[in-house]
């Protein structure tokens, strides 16, 4: 298995949008589900939101209606489009593979991608 690549963090002002992508050779053949977490500095890393092999989606609560999950399943890559983007959503972007059922060889970190968001 290869672990996510993620891509297109960077610097955008408050109120701003940003999409960020995530790869995961063969998490679509290998039946995971995706999610979405974050890491700001000296705080716990945190869950954001998931999308399940049926295309299924959840979100934290203080990111549903801004952040839409998505996936394009021939190209093994998540998307997280995030709108009305807030300071407070400065963090290190991380995804995963997420073991599901009937899925195998999953529960893979990437490296992160930084999202900073200030003015």
């Known amino acids: 298995a290869q672990a996510p690549v993620e891509s297109g963090g960077g610097l955008v002002q408050p109120g701003g949008s940003l999409r960020i992508s995530c790869t995961a050779p063969?998490?679509?053949?290998?039946?995971?589900?995706m999610s979405w977490h974050r890491q700001a500095v000296g705080k716990e890393r945190e869950w954001i939101s998931r999308?399940?092999?049926?295309?299924?989606?959840h979100y934290l609560e203080s990111v549903k209606g801004r952040f839409t999950i998505s996936k394009d399943d021939a190209k093994d890559t998540v998307y997280l489009q995030m709108d009305s983007l807030k300071p407070e959503d400065t963090a290190m972007y991380f995804c995963?593979?997420?073991?599901?059922?009937?899925?195998?060889?999953?529960?893979?970190w990437g490296q992160g991608t930084q999202v900073t968001v200030s003015a």
């Open positions: 995963k593979t997420v073991p599901w059922t009937g899925g195998s060889n999953c529960n893979y």
């Open positions: 999308i399940s092999p049926s295309g299924d989606t």
């Open positions: 063969r998490f679509t053949s290998n039946g995971c589900a």
